[in-house]
């Protein structure tokens, strides 16, 4: 099992709250991402980070923002939560080399009524 | 459009019979990777294929790579029923930004 972590593991909340999604991964490794999942469905890159200080938005467009102040911690913020936002979240990790395998957290579930 | 597609979208199966997933993925690739997905859980790493290989094995799984028809497949022999999970494609290529582009997944169900 690759070391990251996501906080919390489930999360209902209510509209218009603004919520923080907590991803720490303790490898090292420069690169980090979050990917939006619905059920079943395809994974859809939201945010990628390449280094400390270095975010760029992904595929799918996103109300989330994120932030990389040091190299072990990725977190998501929604400002203003929506029942759109209801989701699976997932975040994940590489090294330094492109192309190579991420490693993946559990993911939060998120449920915005 | 999605990068990787597959097919077929779901699979049921009996244990101990092999079972095949296909990719088909759309410009042209650095590699190529499998992961698997237990039901709300992340995804894990199964096995990499790199655009100049063909096949590749790894215990029970077979990748093979086609690069000419833009497609992988993932072969996994004797199932267990422990295998039920989804899979899915992932792409790595140099188009724009780096980073993989997951195709739609596979839902794979293994009845004991």
């Known amino acids: 099992e690759a070391d990251i972590y996501q906080t919390p593991r489930y999360l209902v909340i209510g509209t218009g709250k603004k919520i923080t999604l907590e991803c720490s991964q303790t490898?090292?490794?420069?690169?980090m991402y979050w990917y939006q999942q619905d059920p079943g469905m395809e994974l859809h890159l939201i945010h990628y980070s390449y280094g400390v200080n270095s975010t760029e938005k992904g595929d799918l467009s996103s109300e989330s923002t994120v932030s990389r102040i040091r190299t072990e911690h990725f977190p998501l913020t929604l400002e203003s939560a929506r029942p759109s936002h209801t989701s699976q979240y997932l975040c994940?990790?590489?090294?330094?080399?492109?192309?190579?395998?991420?490693?993946f957290g559990n993911g939060t579930r998120l449920t915005v009524t | 459009s999605q990068q990787g597609e597959e097919d077929p979208q779901a699979l049921s199966i009996q244990e101990g019979e092999n079972a095949t997933m296909n990719c088909s993925y759309k410009t042209s690739i650095n590699n190529l990777q499998w992961y698997r997905q237990n039901s709300g859980r992340g995804l894990v790493h199964l096995i990499l294929?790199?655009?100049?290989?063909r096949e590749k094995h790894s215990g029970r799984l077979r990748v093979t790579l086609d690069t000419s028809k833009k497609s992988s497949s993932l072969l996994i022999t004797a199932s267990r029923a422990a295998d039920t999970a989804s899979y899915f494609c992932?792409?790595?290529?140099?188009?724009?930004?780096?980073?993989?582009?997951f195709g739609s997944g596979t839902r794979l169900q293994v009845q004991p």
């Open positions: 992932a792409t790595d290529t140099d188009t724009g930004r780096r980073a993989l582009t």
């Open positions: 994940a990790s590489s090294g330094a080399a492109w192309g190579v395998p991420l490693h």
């Open positions: 490898m090292g490794h420069d690169k």
């Open positions: 294929i790199r655009s100049n290989e």
